[in-house]
């Protein structure tokens, strides 16, 4: 069944999505650490980007009005949203506002916005606000302008200061994302100017509410790959990148900070909402070349008509083929569905990145019947008990929700692949 056909019968099949999440694969440049799908500004002409901007429109609009009942969250990222030219940046606004206005809230209830420094001008600042976003990304990643070079980012120290400022005085709340575990060049190369804990801190003292500190991950084929293989930059270490969180984490900490992610801090009140679901493993659906839904199944007889054979979530997949996508988004759009087992250790690995942790009540109501275990009551599921056993210092079970402590998150990845291992026994 294509997708095409899937949208025209498949609504009721599935939960329904309320986070809408629209991909824009331009920037300015490509950093050199970049795996996304994303196209530096000589790649395309603005003919193409606002011709992108109408097609991604007609995309959401379709998608939503297939899937959805009401938007709550709406999140637009890419690549650099603000890369586009004014004229298509305001298409894609109203576009998202009239959407909405379709299904139910105009504006969301939140709207998020990506940005890089070197293209938030004040113009798009102020279509921003009258269109109702209420929320800016910013990828600042750092203030030293040798990590800033290192990273091939296309701004500068001055650059950042001055976006900052900007999106301070906007009146929207602002998230800026820092990165960590940098790589250094092997030869020279002073202590960077800012570390981590005062960047941080000196973000969270001027009126960001929100912090997204991402290790930087070095991606096959990237510019910072073939650096580190010619010995010209090192790897960092992951006991300094650690320790580097830590102060960070314990500087914002003081400044009210709660560390709600494994990668995010936020006041109380200024967590991202639309990333929710993401972590909840509720529906939400992706528009763009690049983007990716997934759609909860909510009733399996439905879902078996469509094809699911089992399957308990459905994840669409738009490519990342810019052309094909234009050309025919439904074409270019795969479809996969994803097993009982396969879902369940979805839901708990995105569960256990939060401080909230995993929702034992709605894991056992999915998957209980699979596990034998059909009334869990929000108790962890027997299957889990021999990871669970093995980090019983870090796990904590708790008013329906199994959770894991701050240094739990810092060691999530061996204890997923415990908690995967312990599911082989999944028939
Ligand atoms: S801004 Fe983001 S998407 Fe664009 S090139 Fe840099 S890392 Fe990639």
């Not at 479809?335 to 839901?347: P, Y």
């Not at 995105?350 to 929000?378: H, I, K, Q, S, V």
Request: net charge negative; with cysteine.
């Amino acid at each position: 069944m294509t997708f095409a056909d899937l949208r025209g019968r498949g609504a009721g099949a599935f939960e329904p999505p309320r986070a809408l999440y629209l991909h824009v694969p331009f920037c300015s440049t490509r950093c050199a650490y970049c795996d996304f799908h994303s196209f530096g500004a000589g790649a395309s002409s603005p003919a193409q980007r606002a011709a992108y901007a109408d097609a991604l429109v007609v995309r959401a609009g379709e998608l939503v009005d297939a899937f959805s009942d009401r938007v709550d969250t709406v999140f637009i990222g890419g690549g650099t949203p603000t890369a586009l030219e004014d004229e298509a940046f305001g298409t894609l606004l109203a576009g998202v506002a009239a959407i909405c206005a379709r299904k139910g809230h105009s504006p969301p209830l939140e709207w998020s916005v990506e940005a890089n420094p070197e293209s938030l001008t004040p113009a798009k600042l102020s279509m921003m606000a009258a269109a109702g976003v209420t929320r800016l990304s910013i990828g600042v990643q750092s203030m030293d302008d040798a990590e800033l070079r290192t990273l091939g980012r296309g701004a500068r120290h001055a650059d950042n200061m001055r976006a900052m400022e900007l999106a301070l005085r906007s009146g929207l709340a602002v998230s800026a994302d820092l990165m960590t575990a940098l790589p250094r060049p092997t030869s020279g190369g002073a202590a960077p100017a800012s570390s981590l804990e005062a960047t941080a801190l000196a973000l969270a003292a001027s009126g960001v509410g929100h912090l997204s500190i991402y290790d930087l991950v070095v991606e096959e084929g990237t510019r910072v790959a073939e650096l580190l293989e010619r010995g010209e930059l090192r790897r960092a270490d992951e006991d300094s990148s650690l320790r580097e969180r830590t102060a960070a984490e314990a500087a914002l900490k003081r400044l009210g900070f709660g560390r709600y992610e494994v990668s995010n801090y936020a006041l109380p009140g200024s967590e991202c909402a639309h990333n929710q679901a993401y972590w909840s493993m509720r529906s939400y659906l992706g528009a763009g070349s690049g983007a990716v839904s997934t759609l909860i199944v909510a009733d399996s007889a439905a879902a078996s008509a469509l094809g699911a054979r089992g399957g308990l979530s459905l994840r669409v997949e738009e490519g990342r083929n810019l052309g094909a996508w234009l050309e025919d988004p439904d074409a270019a759009a795969e479809t996969t569905w994803i097993s009982a087992k396969d879902s369940a250790f979805e839901m708990a690995m995105m569960g256990l990145r939060t401080a909230r942790g995993l929702d034992l009540r709605r894991f056992g109501a999915r998957f209980g019947a699979f596990l034998g275990e059909a009334e869990p009551g929000g108790k962890a599921p027997r299957l889990f008990a021999p990871a669970i056993e093995r980090w019983k210092d870090r796990f904590t079970e708790a008013d329906g929700f199994l959770r894991l402590d701050g240094e739990g998150l810092d060691l999530l990845n061996p204890i997923l692949v415990d908690l995967l291992s312990a599911m082989d026994s999944w028939a």
